[in-house]
């Protein structure tokens, strides 16, 4: 009895590492556009805890209605990651059609194509001069049906918010993509592989900027002009980290590489 269960728990602490050594390796296939990465990540103003040291009350106390916070080891997606590299996605649902969305506030136009084509042809760095409502952006519009298989291997932040239930929306952009400012209720974000950076402003503070243009030229021709108290807040976030958003707060990203990444929206 005693050596089974000795193999069951080296074989489970080898695919832990197989799993890790790959995922760490090739970054899960995603970086074939690196030399379009940006470089700066700007500063930090946003609180990071990690798991042993922010109770679910001091979350709730001190975040959950007031402002933004990152939390690092809640939960451990190397399985999820595994599955979000771009060869396991393209064999499960390389033929599956997703809807994508212009990568402006409003995002009013939805296009429908096939996953392997929104890879092969339509993932691509950002250019300046295409407006937000000219780029096709692949996030939210899941089919839950079709991804279900993959979904539910997600670990979710457990953090929730009384009388909420979280909804996924799930994504992935090239180097210089993504969404102009916007609000709506809170949520989380975790990047599943490549960095997100964060622009966000208190409901109160509403920010500058044109809700066509994309947040790669608001970053180029507005952000450094900003005064100090038009600063926003801000981070940079990597696989494994996790940022919360309160009610209403606005906010914009930008991808500096190519990203995968999951967002709970509470509701």
């Not at 970053?219 to 494994?240: A, M």
Request: with cysteine; proline share 6%.
């Amino acid at each position: 009895m005693e050596y089974t269960f000795g193999i069951q728990v080296f074989l489970l602490l080898f695919w832990r590492s197989a799993l890790d050594a790959l995922v760490s390796e090739n970054d899960g296939g995603w970086s074939s556009n690196s030399e379009y990465s940006l470089t700066d990540e700007g500063p930090c103003n946003i609180d990071i805890w990690d798991k042993a040291s922010l109770s679910h009350r001091q979350f709730i106390e001190q975040y959950a209605y007031s402002k933004p916070v990152i939390l690092k080891g809640f939960s451990d997606n190397t399985k999820f990651q595994f599955l979000c590299s771009k060869s396991s996605l393209l064999q499960q649902y390389g033929e599956r059609m997703v809807r994508l969305s212009t990568a402006n506030t409003y995002s009013y136009r939805k296009v429908d194509v096939r996953f392997e084509e929104f890879v092969d042809l339509l993932l691509r760095p950002q250019s300046l001069d295409t407006l937000g409502s000219d780029t096709l952006y692949f996030f939210g519009d899941n089919n839950f049906t079709e991804w279900h298989s993959l979904f539910e291997n997600y670990k979710a932040p457990r953090y929730m918010l009384p009388h909420t239930t979280g909804d996924y929306s799930f994504g992935i952009a090239g180097p210089g993509t993504g969404v102009p400012f916007h609000w709506h209720g809170p949520g989380y974000s975790e990047v599943i592989y490549g960095r997100k950076r964060w622009f966000l402003y208190p409901p109160e503070k509403a920010p500058h900027f044109h809700p066509n243009y994309t947040t790669l030229s608001w970053v180029k021709d507005t952000y450094p002009y900003l005064p100090e108290e038009e600063k926003p807040i801000e981070c940079t976030i990597r696989p494994g980290e996790v940022l919360y958003f309160p009610d209403r707060w606005w906010h914009a990203t930008l991808n500096l590489d190519t990203s995968v990444f999951i967002s709970t929206f509470l509701g």
